[in-house]
């Protein structure tokens, strides 16, 4: 009865607590989709207000009222924004984590263009990349990151401290001296322990950068300003979507009649990245100095095939948007499968290390073993 008596309260406690792990994993794991979700959400229902002809103010008191628990603590906080006066874009904008930076960006752009129904589609597709997140987070990034790599660091660990000094002391009752390998693993170990910690880390913070989102890229530009606009013009498939998101605002706002100078400042907000509205300044004053677009643009297209694109596209004389939609779509393209490749990679490389680092330290105990018997047999 007493084994069996183990084995139930054994499952009494083990079975909540593997539960309530398996719930915490799905919560962080589903953050980045559940945030774009709401935000999609609240851009789906400000676009039926601005339909109904009710400002987007008026619609996000109207759901306020209705304390609808699926639209998170961030959307109370909007709204309190709300009824102290803040225009809608700006409280949208001031609520920090709510919206992604991009997206809230075009929505002042939206707002200074007074017509925020024309930047809708541009949010919609900018939220896309919730579900790109998402897929990353697939490559086995949190399992390695919070299971194998902790749990080999920490077996080698206990091993190297408490067991390969017991075997050096049987070695040497038995007369038989350490192997080239133990002696390697003895005067290198603190160093592949460092290379393990440092890889740790990596995924540690790829592991923040994927739940926290938008707050831990306010609380970076908090913190180091300018870092966040820096690795969103240096990370490539960052680079590219930004590049997507200030095209795509660029063509609906000339879409909509609004000046080429205008456009331009406004689309470079909409990227939420200040690299990003530098070179947006110098477009600006080239078109300034009599330069057309096409040309101009150049500050923001060092491949050159935006301008390419624009110009055929003011020469067609279809709209800019529909023209661009092509080049929109290639750019996520790219951008996905530049993100999936760096995650496969990663992934492939900890593996490939990890199974080094186990190759090592088990050619290393079988050695020292089988020399240790043949000394003790010879003996």
């Given amino acids: 009865m007493q084994p069996l008596l183990l084995i139930l309260i054994a499952s009494v406690f083990l079975v909540p607590l593997v539960a309530s792990l398996g719930y915490l994993a799905y919560w962080l794991f589903s953050l980045p989709m559940r945030r774009h979700e709401r935000a999609r959400l609240i851009l789906d229902l400000i676009e039926s207000g601005l339909k109904r002809g009710q ?18 603590k961030g959307f109370r906080r909007v709204a309190k924004l709300v009824e102290q006066g803040s225009p809608a874009h700006q409280a949208l904008e001031q609520a920090p984590g709510f ?13 200074a263009l007074g017509d925020l129904g024309k930047v809708l589609p541009a949010c919609r597709e900018k939220l896309k990349d919730g579900v790109t997140q998402t897929w990353t987070g697939h490559h086995y990034l949190m399992l390695l990151a919070f299971v ?9 660990s206990l091993f190297m401290v408490f067991v390969l000094p017991k075997l050096r002391l049987i070695a040497e009752d038995l007369g038989a001296g350490a192997t080239p390998m133990f002696d390697f693993l003895g005067g290198y170990y603190f160093s592949m322990v460092v290379v393990q910690v440092v890889m740790l880390l990596a995924f540690y913070v790829a592991a923040l950068g994927y739940m926290a989102g938008p707050t831990l890229t306010r609380w970076l530009g908090g913190l180091f300003p300018g870092l966040p606009d820096w690795l969103g013009m240096r990370i490539p498939w960052r680079r590219h979507r930004a590049q997507r998101d200030f095209s795509a605002l660029l ?3 000339l879409d909509a009649g ?49 301008r ?45 290390a990890n199974g080094c680092f186990v190759g090592m330290l088990t050619f290393g105990v079988f050695h020292f073993l089988t020399s240790t018997l043949s000394s003790a047999t010879l003996w």
Avoid: C
Wanted: net charge neutral; no cysteine.
């Fill in 55 to 72: 400002a987007p103010e008026q619609t996000i008191l109207a759901l306020a009222r209705t304390g609808d628990p699926s639209l998170g």
């Fill in 99 to 111: 919206l992604p930076s991009p997206v809230a960006g075009m929505l002042q752009a939206g707002h």
């Fill in 148 to 156: 194998l790599t902790p749990a080999w660091l920490i077996v080698s």
């Fill in 251 to 253: 063509a609906a706002l």
């Fill in 258 to 306: 609004t000046p080429e100078p205008r456009a331009v400042e406004l689309a470079a907000v909409g990227t939420a990245n200040r690299l990003f509205m530098a070179r947006a300044a110098r477009a600006i004053a080239d078109l300034a100095r009599g330069v057309n677009l096409a040309e101009a643009i150049k500050h923001l297209d060092d491949a050159g095939e935006l």
């Fill in 308 to 352: 390419w694109r624009l110009g055929n596209a003011a020469r067609a004389g279809g709209g800019f948007l529909t023209a661009l939609a092509g080049w929109h779509d290639a750019l996520e393209s790219k951008a996905y499968r530049q993100e999936q490749t760096a995650a496969q990679v990663l992934t492939t490389g900890v593996v490939l």
